[in-house]
């Protein structure tokens, strides 16, 4: 069976960083991606990247703050956030497909984790 694990969040203060990792199992995925939601809200796309990491996409509220990466060799994927912003504050999932090479839509993933909180203190 596939299974996502996250790990990594917390609490951190405002302009702080983060890294939060995606351990996966159970075979290799084309593209691997982080959408996280608050309360109240709907998920919402953060991230995402290709197979061999050559392509990468990020929503425009976190562009030039966080960073996708992924070790193939450790069927891992993470998300370093930067200058963290209590509008970050979210629970973060991990998603993966072999579908497609890299995707936004979350509506394409077939997997996902069981979240992690991140908390941003003001």
């Known amino acids: 069976q596939v299974l996502l694990a996250e790990s990594g969040g917390g609490l951190v203060q405002a302009g702080g960083s983060l890294r939060l990792s995606c351990a996966a199992s159970?075979?290799?995925?084309?593209?691997m991606g982080w959408f996280r939601q608050a309360p109240g809200k709907e998920r919402e796309f953060v991230a995402a990247?290709?197979?061999?990491?050559?392509?990468?996409y990020y929503a425009d509220s976190v562009k030039g703050r966080f960073i996708i990466s992924r070790d193939n060799a450790k069927n891992t994927v993470y998300l370093q956030m930067n200058s963290l912003k209590p509008e970050d504050t979210a629970v973060y999932y991990c998603?993966?497909?072999?579908?497609?090479?890299?995707?936004?839509?979350?509506?394409?993933?077939?997997?996902w984790g069981q979240g992690t909180q991140v908390t941003v203190s003001s």
């Open positions: 998603a993966a497909t072999r579908q497609w090479a890299a995707t936004t839509n979350k509506d394409l993933y077939a997997y």
């Open positions: 159970g075979g290799t995925f084309s593209s």
């Open positions: 990247i290709s197979r061999s990491g050559g392509i990468t």
